[in-house]
């Protein structure tokens, strides 16, 4: 396998000549995508079989250091997409839901992720709780005042909550990531409205893995707001910490397009997962081929 590799479009400044990566890293990869292996059923640890395009297109990357993360687009390459096949519906509600659903929940991981948000707390209200939403948001926005001024000194920082209705018809309440612990006692009173309950997530060293855990717990509560919050935000996160962004054009089959991400981006690591569009039934899957490399 040529380690070689030609690539165009790069954000850093000069363009930048790729020559052969080391072996031994790119046959580990390799060894992780190989899709003989994986037509066969692999063994244990083996990624799934990759489309065919795969084995050689031009994949459009996105690259997300402060994340871990990286995507790859597979490029089409003539003929007809699947989700532009004639007799589709141009514009499906459902699937439209789902994609926005899918877009707020990958940007709620990112975010998490990039500005290390793992410490978690459900913000409640005492007595028959609160059932106006704009009221429930200002409550919230004067919270979020209020400990910035006493625990961070008055200097902004990044969070994310979501709003969730109490099932159990108790009005609204708030599910909180800071990207450090408060006391309990010390955000029950500057809430001031009820209750806090933290929730404690272990990090096992691993502060990355922690983010995406407690990520995923929001981005949950961020499928239910479509249905109970029509038409507003969904979510709500401090402005000005948007993860950086990186884009390249890389012609190669998937192993190398990953590793030569991972040895510009990640220092060499190998990714710890690797998720791929082929693990979804073609019907399910309308668009080019997608890998997504996690990292940490």
Same mark, same amino acid.
């Given at each position: 396998?040529?380690?070689?590799?030609?690539?165009?479009?790069?954000?850093?400044?000069?363009?930048?000549?790729?020559?052969?990566?080391?072996?031994?890293?790119?046959?580990?990869?390799?060894?992780?995508?190989?899709?003989?292996?994986?037509?066969?059923?692999?063994?244990?640890?083996?990624?799934?079989?990759?489309?065919?395009?795969?084995?050689?297109?031009?994949?459009?990357?996105?690259?997300?250091?402060?994340?871990?993360?990286?995507?790859?687009?597979?490029?089409?390459?003539?003929? *007809? /997409? $699947?989700?532009?096949?004639?007799? !589709?519906? +141009?514009?499906?509600?459902?699937? #439209?839901?789902?994609?926005?659903?899918?877009?707020?929940?990958?940007?709620?991981?990112r975010y998490c992720t990039a500005n290390k948000l793992f410490r978690m707390s459900t913000l409640t209200y005492r007595?028959?709780?609160?059932?106006?939403?704009?009221?429930?948001?200002?409550? *919230? /926005? $004067?919270?979020?005042?209020?400990? !910035?001024? +006493?625990?961070?000194?008055?200097? #902004?920082?990044?969070?994310?909550?979501?709003?969730?209705?109490?099932?159990?018809?108790?009005?609204?309440?708030?599910?909180?990531?800071?990207?450090?612990?408060?006391?309990?006692?010390?955000?029950?009173?500057?809430?001031?409205?009820?209750?806090?309950?933290?929730?404690?997530?272990?990090?096992?060293?691993?502060?990355?893995?922690?983010?995406?855990?407690?990520?995923?717990?929001?981005?949950?509560?961020?499928?239910?707001?479509?249905?109970?919050?029509?038409?507003?935000?969904?979510?709500?996160?401090?402005?000005?910490?948007?993860?950086?962004?990186?884009?390249?054009?890389?012609?190669?089959?998937?192993?190398?397009?990953?590793?030569?991400?991972?040895?510009?981006?990640?220092?060499?690591?190998?990714?710890?997962?690797?998720?791929?569009?082929?693990?979804?039934?073609?019907?399910?899957?309308?668009?080019?081929?997608?890998?997504?490399?996690?990292?940490?």
């Amino acid at each position: 396998m040529s380690g070689k590799l030609e690539t165009d479009s790069l954000t850093r400044s000069g363009r930048l000549a790729v020559g052969s990566l080391q072996d031994t890293h790119q046959e580990a990869v390799s060894a992780r995508l190989d899709p003989k292996s994986a037509e066969k059923g692999g063994s244990e640890g083996t990624a799934p079989r990759l489309d065919s395009a795969t084995h050689l297109t031009r994949w459009h990357c996105k690259v997300l250091p402060d994340c871990g993360e990286a995507t790859f687009v597979g490029a089409v390459m003539g003929g *007809v /997409r $699947r989700d532009a096949e004639p007799g !589709r519906p +141009t514009i499906d509600p459902l699937r #439209a839901r789902q994609e926005a659903e899918r877009r707020a929940r990958t940007k709620t991981r990112r975010y998490c992720t990039a500005n290390k948000l793992f410490r978690m707390s459900t913000l409640t209200y005492r007595g028959d709780g609160q059932h106006d939403y704009r009221q429930m948001c200002e409550d *919230v /926005r $004067r919270f979020m005042v209020r400990l !910035r001024n +006493t625990q961070w000194r008055g200097k #902004a920082f990044p969070y994310l909550w979501v709003a969730e209705l109490h099932p159990g018809g108790h009005g609204w309440h708030v599910h909180l990531l800071l990207p450090r612990y408060v006391l309990k006692e010390r955000l029950a009173e500057i809430w001031g409205h009820g209750f806090v309950d933290p929730i404690k997530i272990s990090t096992k060293g691993n502060e990355a893995a922690a983010c995406r855990v407690a990520a995923s717990y929001v981005a949950k509560y961020v499928s239910k707001a479509y249905e109970t919050v029509p038409n507003r935000n969904r979510y709500k996160c401090a402005e000005g910490y948007q993860p950086r962004e990186e884009v390249e054009s890389v012609q190669a089959i998937g192993a190398v397009a990953i590793a030569h991400v991972s040895e510009f981006y990640f220092n060499g690591a190998k990714p710890v997962r690797i998720w791929s569009s082929s693990e979804l039934p073609e019907e399910d899957w309308r668009g080019p081929p997608i890998m997504v490399a996690f990292y940490g």
